[in-house]
């Protein structure tokens, strides 16, 4: 996940996301346009152009998020990417001053995501056991995890034998990824991520539905005959909105399978405004003088369309919905 960046609208957005706006005070549910009418009058100091930016994923019809499985198929890990000794999970110490200052840190990511277990730097074992359940499924054994660990040594390790990543991405681009985790360690930072290059989950938030969408992009990235070439493409301007979409669609559509209200509802709220930092984050880089309403405007619209989404099952196609 990108860093969010929280402009002087945070708080208009995250006031109107909540849910009584979407009622009437007898509690029957507003139309789309009393719905519309509440959303700028909530809006009232936001610009015109701004307020219909933010309403253009709810309004549009547009589905680009959509319970979607990433197609099964073999895993291309070599075997011995972890080596028999070692456990897939591995949990950092606790360390209160350092999970403190990245508690901080993290503060922008609870804020755009309106989520306080958002880079919190305390995963519980009902996140772990989430994550640990799906990767079992999927059969990606040899993905490493690292909960809020900071471990370089043995990444830099990894790196080296990782040959599902052919060796001219290893050590160009994977060599940098590693380098920016030792230098600037999410233990302090955050930034949930994953890293093809060394097939290893970092997770530094307390929420499933972050831990599921990382986990989605090591099976994304498991399936692709070459995986150092689709690593290197994400780093083009837009091709981030490609690759978030698969794993953040093979998510909703596992949650649906599993039939977990609480989860179901988490990844909706959590990974559809998530997904709105990506595509304000492009658009921002299109039209830089309006970088910051283009932001702002794609995150409200996450909340927005994902709050919907979450309230009504219906909208989700439980045949499309497997493992």
Known sequence: MTRPAVGTYTRHMFLFCRWQARFHSDGTQLSIDEFMARLFNCLGGVNFSFAMMACVPF????????PHAIEARHCNFP?????????QFERGKPRPVIDGIGWVTGIPSKLVLWNRRAENHRITPHTEEIMAEYLAVNGLDDVKVRLNQYRPIDDWRRLTRNTSVAWPWRYTFGAVSV??????????????HYNPYTGTIHLYSDLPSIALHESAHAKDFSRRTYPGTYAAIYGLPGAPLWHERIATNDVLAYVDYQNDIPL???AYEVLYPAYGTYVG?????VLPIASTPLY????IGGHINGRFRAEDPT???KEQAVP
């Open 296 to 299: 702002v405007g794609s995150v």
């Open 281 to 285: 984050s492009t658009l921002g880089k």
């Open 315 to 317: 909208q989700s196609d």
């Open 179 to 192: 380098l920016g985790e030792t230098i600037v360690p999410g233990r302090l930072l955050g930034g949930d």
């Open 79 to 87: 075997s011995d990417l972890n080596r028999e000794h070692e456990p």
């Open 264 to 266: 179901r509802r988490e």
């Open 59 to 66: 309004t549009s019809g547009c589905r680009v998020l959509e």
